[in-house]
């Protein structure tokens, strides 16, 4: 007998939005090698300054990642494949969340949603913080912009 409190219209549609959007980066990713401006970084910071902001190759990083290649992934940014990672792992709870029609409860989920907002935080730290790194090494010459 389930004993779960059943999702809302709310939670559920947001699941679904969530599964959605990341079906959409797989796919997007995938087929962009296809798009004339896939050599063309689109960032205003780079344009502006020419170094590279904090998330300065983060799409050919997912587009090589979604080919396979994960060592130009790792050229262009470092962090793509942990984004994807935790956006799937992230994707696949909600799914299964609107599958059973109640919250899965995991081991570390309700930590997660407890501390969501360190998370968060800590996560904004990490990718400002490499691309401090990235941008002052870019500065005194030792690397050049991605």
């Not at 998330?55 to 290649?69: F, K, N, Q």
């Not at 989920?109 to 990718?127: K, Q």
Request: proline letters at 6%.
């Amino acid at each position: 007998m389930n004993m779960q409190k059943p999702l809302d219209d709310v939670a559920r549609r947001n699941g679904w939005w969530v599964v959605a959007g990341f079906v959409g980066l797989v796919a997007g990713v995938y087929l962009l090698p296809l798009s004339p401006l896939n050599d063309a970084p689109l960032c205003p910071f780079r344009h502006l300054t020419g170094y590279s902001c904090p998330g300065c190759g983060m799409t050919r990083a997912c587009v090589s990642l979604a080919h396979g290649d994960l060592g130009a992934s790792f050229h262009f940014h470092p962090l793509a494949g942990v984004l994807v990672l935790a956006f799937g792992a992230y994707a696949l709870v909600r799914l299964f969340d609107n599958l059973k029609g109640y919250r899965v409860e995991l081991p570390g989920r309700a930590w997660a949603r407890a501390n969501s907002r360190r998370l968060a935080g800590a996560s904004l730290a990490i990718v400002l913080g490499f691309g401090g790194i990235r941008l002052f090494l870019e500065l005194i010459g030792f690397l050049t912009p991605v």
